[in-house]
């Protein structure tokens, strides 16, 4: 039985916990509203390059060849899969969800026979990888997340990867991230990179394709927009990832104060009771005391 | 009247009615008028000049460092990932920053040469653009 001065030190260094998490809990919130703006923010932009991506590749035509970011290398030999996490732990599940989700794609690609490289953006995902796949991963980005993510951060990750395309080092990105859905719910999300996959036509028939110009030609300006959109997409999986982030990091948080409460109010029913019966038994001592008199 | 908006991945800059747009083509400036026929063009370094009415000279000036550009019936869409207005650039931090960028460029490792001189490149060509704004009056 712990003594009453063992209780009281432990219900004290729960409390300074609960103080701690709640703390995480306050922060995480007011961080996951920015990012959750700032995820908003770049619809417009990612909506815009959309439309005039499904304008440019349906109008580029069969037959002709497009660039090679579009095409793709025509082989599936080596796979590149870009893995986002946070750098830093307590939120829960968020990165070893991601992580279990790229092993599971690294052993699946194995097993065709493909080779496989990671970049890891967040020092989470790399410490959680390093053991088993060390030796494949060929990039590695921390800090993303510090002070805000701007699109600067995403072209850093972006443009190594588009160079190592051109060099012939990989035949297809993925990229692997969690997709924000709400507070409670990060939903792991894997998306093509490279070769940038082709928006589909929309085929509702309500908005006909407008005939374009172009200026320069198609394949002009395709070349240009390919490398913008995919550090758009990696832009986008960094603010998504940010933004689930602080939110895993808010339910973990606030499971965490409550689980402290719980356990201050059992402890303090046990410091309770151990003192009652300490004075019961001083009590018993005295009233025996007195009677033996 | 014509929808003009510009948008980087960061933020929508501006979203606006507006006369006329002066944009910087690849192939040269153009101008977009409401009832434009749909055109896609990329951006070289420059200005983009927004008239809110025609007779007057534009409104706002704001320099991109490239994009591309929507135009289809009634709306002209620009996407650029850096655009600053005229009004808020710092010409002296450009010039720093070529400095230090040039300064970068003798200690460099080969491997990352490219990315600095295209970054040379691309603040050269801001101050020329600058420089030639700052000769016509505007």
Redesign the interface.
């Known amino acids: 039985m712990p003594s009453l001065k063992d209780l009281k030190v432990r219900i004290e260094s729960v409390k300074s916990t609960r103080k701690i998490t709640s703390a995480m809990k306050m922060v995480a919130a007011s961080k996951f509203r920015r990012a959750q703006e ?1 995820a908003e ?2 619809r ?3 909506e ?2 959309a ?2 991506m499904a ?2 590749t349906s109008s580029l035509g069969e037959g002709t060849e497009g660039p090679r970011l579009l095409t793709g290398t025509g082989r599936r030999d080596t796979i590149l899969l870009v893995v986002v996490t946070s750098d830093r732990g307590l939120c829960g599940a968020f990165n070893s969800q991601v992580v279990r989700e790229a092993l599971r794609e690294i052993r699946a690609l194995e097993a065709e026979g493909s080779t496989v490289k990671i970049i890891c953006a967040g020092r989470k995902g790399r410490d959680l990888l390093r053991r088993e796949h060390g030796g494949k991963i060929v990039g590695f980005y921390d800090d993303i997340a510090r002070g805000g993510i ?2 600067a951060e ?1 072209r850093m990750i972006a ?1 190594p990867l588009l160079d190592m395309f051109e060099k012939g080092e990989f035949d297809k990105a993925v990229i692997i991230y969690n997709r924000f859905k709400n507070v409670l719910t990060q939903i792991v999300a894997s998306r093509q990179l490279v070769p940038v996959p082709v928006p589909e036509a929309r085929r509702d028939g309500a908005e006909a394709p ?7 030609d198609e394949g ?2 395709l070349s ?2 390919l490398p ?1 959109n995919v ?2 997409q990696v ?1 986008r999986a960094l603010l998504e990832s940010a933004a689930g982030e602080q939110g895993a990091r808010m339910t973990a948080m606030d499971n965490a104060t409550r689980n402290a409460g719980d356990m201050i109010d059992r402890l303090t029913l046990q410091y309770n009771r151990a003192r009652q019966a300490y004075i019961t038994k001083e009590m018993i001592e005295i009233v025996t005391g007195a009677e033996a008199v | 009247m014509l929808r003009f908006d510009l948008v980087s991945p960061e933020q929508k800059l501006l979203s606006d009615d507006v006369a006329m747009v002066t944009l910087p083509g690849s192939e040269g400036d153009f101008s977009v008028l409401p009832g434009h026929a749909p055109m896609i063009s990329s951006l070289r370094v420059g200005f983009i000049d927004v008239y809110e009415k025609e007779s007057h000279g534009p409104a706002r000036r704001i320099l991109v460092s490239g994009g591309i550009v929507e135009v289809q019936a009634g709306r002209c869409t620009a996407l650029a990932e850096d655009a600053v207005p005229l009004a808020e650039i710092d010409q002296d931090a450009l010039q720093s920053d070529l400095q230090r960028a040039s300064a970068k460029l003798s200690l460099a490792e080969a491997a990352e040469k490219p990315a600095i001189e295209a970054q040379i490149a691309l603040l050269t060509r801001k101050l020329e653009v600058l420089a030639l704004a700052a000769g016509q009056g505007h």
């Open positions: 700032q923010a770049t417009p932009y990612a815009a390059m439309h005039i304008a440019l701007s699109f995403a443009e407008a005939l374009y110009e172009y200026e320069p002009k300006i240009d927009l913008r550090g758009v832009y």
